[in-house]
């Protein structure tokens, strides 16, 4: 039995006051969303009590996926690793990171220097994505569909050289006795966020795992809890998305929460077991319930029905 515990979307704050230099381009109207609203969204005592009770549950491995920064700034960067560092060893912590991680250009290069240990592979590899992370009979992969965008704009992409490698990954996995567990920021599959916020190579993903398979894709980037599919050539791979883990309020879908897994069984017989555990109504963080990761007609793309 492996558990791991799944958080996303941080936005690790105060955001330290910026220079007027580095405000040009797409960082200016970051800064001001950031001003208008964004700040109070986000609010670092809720994300305290969630890293609490997340520690509390004693997971075997945490995952991170994503946007631990608002504006890729330099000053961002020590932050986030101690942000990760209160998570739990580089061993039993992986992240993957998002848009907000690769605002500008060169942001993302700075922040995975300074979080390196937490998002790379257990062996040396020529590109540091995908990377691939050895735990019992779980293999992580990991993902980045983390690039510069307009202002305006948060999409994501793979690229070709990344598709490439993680298929032939993917595909190499499948002939060992292990569970597949992807890390990635958007939504992968089509149809997961609206244009401008989606993966725009989402469909060549799709035909990814349409050919090698997974057995369970984790993400964030909506700040909502989600589960969808993509088709695998053994059946249905259930894409599952959680909340920013930093949120104040809102729907319960919306608020502040994570996703703990269960994994057991044995090669070819894998169970999935997963719960949501997040702020209720009283501000309390606790178990939520069940989250239902079956596909049928009525369930698929829609938000997570909890217990049902």
Not at 75 to 81: A, I, K, V
Request: proline share 8%.
């Amino acid at each position: 039995m492996f558990r791991i515990a799944h958080l996303t979307d941080p936005h690790v704050g105060p955001l330290p006051r910026p220079a007027i230099r580095h405000l040009l381009g797409k960082r200016f109207t970051g800064y001001v969303n950031w001003r208008r609203g964004r700040r109070d969204a986000h609010d670092m005592d809720v994300l305290a009590g969630l890293v609490s009770d997340l520690r509390d549950q004693t997971p075997d491995h945490i995952a991170c996926t994503g946007d631990i920064c608002n504006l890729g700034l330099a000053s961002e960067w020590p932050s986030s690793r101690l942000f990760l560092d209160g998570l739990g060893s580089p061993e039993t912590v992986s992240f993957v990171p998002g848009n907000h991680d690769a605002y500008v250009q060169k942001s993302l290069a700075g922040l995975l220097k300074a979080v390196d240990p937490f998002a790379r592979g257990d062996e040396p590899s020529p590109h540091r994505f995908p990377y691939l992370r050895r735990r019992g009979q779980v293999a992580i992969v990991g993902l980045s569909s983390a690039v510069p965008t307009a202002p305006f704009v948060a999409s994501g992409k793979l690229g070709r050289t990344q598709r490439k490698e993680a298929e032939e990954l993917l595909a190499a996995l499948a002939r060992e006795p292990l569970f597949r567990l992807i890390l990635i920021h958007h939504p992968p599959h089509v149809g997961g966020a609206p244009a401008g916020r989606n993966l725009t190579d989402a469909d060549k993903f799709e035909a990814i795992i349409r050919k090698v398979g997974a057995d369970l894709i984790i993400h964030g980037h909506n700040h909502v809890g989600s589960v969808a599919h993509i088709e695998g050539p053994d059946g249905w791979v259930p894409v599952v998305g959680a909340p920013s883990a930093s949120a104040r309020g809102g729907a319960l879908t919306h608020r502040a929460g994570y996703h703990l897994f269960t994994i057991s069984g044995e090669p070819g017989a894998f169970r999935v077991e997963a719960e949501l555990r997040g702020m209720d109504s009283t501000g309390k963080f606790c178990g939520l319930g069940p989250i239902t990761m079956g596909r049928d007609p009525i369930t698929f793309g829609q938000v997570m029905g909890l217990g049902r």
